[in-house]
């Protein structure tokens, strides 16, 4: 069973064999992210100039984007949790994430793939490894063969961050 969402940084996840697929993403600089492949409805490049800038809103939200007939807010996923604002040289990659009947743009450098991870190898974030500005956006973190980490991105606290 995947952990519960709602579940604090601090409360470990029920741990088992299972394999879970995730999307992969970057954040920038090579640090990669993970959100549950579930959550995620749609994966799609965008320009720059098909987001339409909204005034006075937090500088992660990018502004509005028209997706399927409708209006997604887009927001600067790294930025939003201590990264470097994205750079618009060309285009970038857009999630869409779906959580709890609320839908929002993600935007980042690069999806770069599918990835399945066991959460046997998962571990829980710590102000050891992460800063306090980033931590409350994680549920926790894998630590694959290279000894690289890849972050799991808690949906439900992004989400409802706006």
Request: negative net charge.
């Amino acid at each position: 069973m995947f952990p519960p969402e709602n579940s604090l940084v601090q409360n470990e996840p029920e741990k088992n064999t299972q394999v879970h697929k995730f999307v992969q993403f970057e954040l920038g600089q090579g640090d990669l992210a993970l959100l549950p492949a579930e959550k995620v409805i749609e994966i799609r490049v965008v320009k720059a100039d098909e987001i339409l800038p909204v005034p006075e809103l937090p500088s992660c939200v990018l502004g509005i984007y028209q997706w399927r007939g409708e209006i997604l807010w887009l927001v600067d996923l790294g930025y939003l949790i201590g990264f470097s604002p994205l750079s618009w040289q060309g285009t970038n990659s857009m999630m869409v994430l779906n959580v709890e009947q609320k839908t929002l743009g993600l935007a980042v450098p690069a999806v770069t793939g599918i990835e399945s991870y066991d959460f046997e190898q998962f571990h829980l974030a710590s102000t050891d490894l992460f800063s306090q500005e980033l931590l409350p956006f994680l549920q926790g973190f894998f630590m694959t063969q290279e000894q690289k980490v890849i972050r799991l991105i808690n949906t439900e606290v992004i989400v409802n961050f706006f």
